[in-house]
């Protein structure tokens, strides 16, 4: 993997807004992933952030002086200082190329919707010509409030980019939705987003697409409604973030970019195949088919007729268990693969990381609203050694993105 400071941060301009949310103490981590990764980067709080995090940490770290204060006091500067000054926020809101609100609080994003500009930061926003990025955090309670999930929607409306929080321990004890995503995963999302991150340069990455069709007879098929929309946006997201991709889809009607090398099976038996022959190239492994379980005993060669049967039986024999195998004959990659399950998601999803010897699970209920087949939604967790992050719904090309990032922070 290249060093941060290869990927295209260098003399990028980022500002941090910090805001007086709990969550405030990660971004001291974020300054550091942004200034590690050769970008120059201001930061910006409000007052209520100062009592949560301390703008010298915060100066050392960036490099630069932190702003708070609206109206600075000016008697201690000369002439030429005092006119820099005196429209700072705007300078400020000129300077950057990508502004970036970590911890956005309800507060502060109620303000930003009503068109408060009440503190430094607030007018600095107004005055920014650059994409403004939020990254809400707070107690799940006030995370789901109607009226912050109506402010959050009108600023999307409004060309601000909002990176979801995600679920898990708050700090007010309780576990839910509101904590702020890992420094790392807003770093990767701005990096990607903005910068167009080549992070998988030289890396080889093999995704497995679609659905698998096990025939009965000469015309008939068993399969299931995967339309290889999730394994697609992986592929496509791997290629554009710089990786030699190979995908190996079931039956789909999905294009691939020029470049991706693509091969084509019908069934789970086809499919082990062509991994076979490919595995072992590989620096990531992402199993997002959903291979057959079982297949017909017998086929018929010929389609069976009607006017000879009035019913008949098919026996069912187990498919090659695909993703167990990668798992037993891992080598160097890093090997991912997708659960669905609809009950006990978190304990079986955790059975299966353990038995097929995987780095990251992604698991997915199809009954959640969102989630699924067919569909360019969907609703994950993510589920690795460390533990377990349940992500809010988006879109399957955001999703491919943080699985991607998520494999780059696994070591
Ligand atoms: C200990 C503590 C933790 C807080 N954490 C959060 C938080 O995570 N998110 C949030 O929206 N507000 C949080 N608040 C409330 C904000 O600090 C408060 O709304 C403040 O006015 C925000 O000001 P600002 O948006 O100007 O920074 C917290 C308050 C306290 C006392």
């Not at 705007?90 to 990508?98: E, M, R, S, T």
């Not at 019913?311 to 069912?316: G, I, Q, S, Y």
């Not at 997915?364 to 360019?376: C, K, T, V, Y």
Request: a positive charge; charged letters at 30%; glycine letters at 6%.
């Amino acid at each position: 993997m290249k060093s941060l400071s290869d990927i295209g941060m260098k003399d990028k301009k980022i500002l941090i807004g910090i805001t007086g949310g709990i969550s405030s103490y990660k971004i001291c981590n974020l300054v550091r992933l942004f200034v590690k990764a050769g970008a120059d980067v201001k930061v910006v709080m409000t007052p209520s952030a100062v009592k949560f995090v301390s703008p010298l940490t915060l100066s050392v770290l960036s490099k630069n002086d932190v702003v708070i204060n609206t109206f600075p006091d000016i008697h201690d500067y000369s002439k030429a200082e005092k006119s820099a000054l005196s429209t700072w926020h705007v300078n400020y809101g000129l300077w950057a190329d990508v502004f970036v609100i970590a911890p956005a609080t309800a507060n502060s994003i109620a303000k930003i919707e009503a068109g408060i500009c009440d503190n430094f930061l607030l007018c600095t926003v107004f005055a920014a010509r650059c994409p403004v990025v939020l990254v809400p955090s707070m107690d799940e309670d006030m995370f789901n409030h109607r009226i912050t999930q109506r402010n959050i929607e009108s600023l999307k409306k409004n060309d601000f980019i909002v990176i979801n929080p995600v679920y898990g321990e708050l700090a007010s004890g309780l576990i839910g939705m509101g904590k702020m995503p890992e420094p790392e995963t807003v770093f990767s999302f701005v990096k990607n987003h903005f910068f167009t991150a080549r992070d998988f340069l030289g890396k080889k990455i093999l995704v497995t697409a679609g659905p698998t069709r096990e025939p009965v007879d000469a015309v008939r098929f068993i399969s299931n409604y995967s339309s290889g929309k999730m394994g697609f946006e992986i592929a496509e997201a791997a290629f554009k973030r710089g990786a030699d991709v190979t995908l190996i889809t079931g039956p789909v009607t999905l294009k691939e970019s020029e470049g991706i090398k693509r091969y084509d099976v019908k069934t789970a038996d086809e499919m082990f195949i062509e991994v076979k022959k490919h595995f072992r190239k590989q620096d990531v492994i992402v199993m997002a088919s959903a291979v057959s379980d079982f297949k017909p005993l017998d086929k018929s060669d010929k389609k069976i007729k009607k006017d000879k049967k009035e019913n008949f039986k098919v026996e069912f024999v187990k498919n090659p268990d695909i993703l167990k195998f990668l798992g037993d004959n891992k080598k160097k990659f890093k090997l991912v693969g997708f659960a669905l399950e609809t009950d006990d998601e978190l304990i079986n999803a955790r059975k299966k990381f353990k038995i097929k010897n995987l780095d990251l699970i992604v698991l997915n209920n199809p009954l959640d609203e969102g989630a699924g087949f067919e569909i360019d939604t969907n609703v994950v967790t993510f589920l690795d050694m460390k533990g377990y992050e349940k992500l809010p719904l988006m879109s399957k090309s955001e999703v491919a993105d943080r699985i991607l990032s998520k494999i780059n922070e696994i070591n």
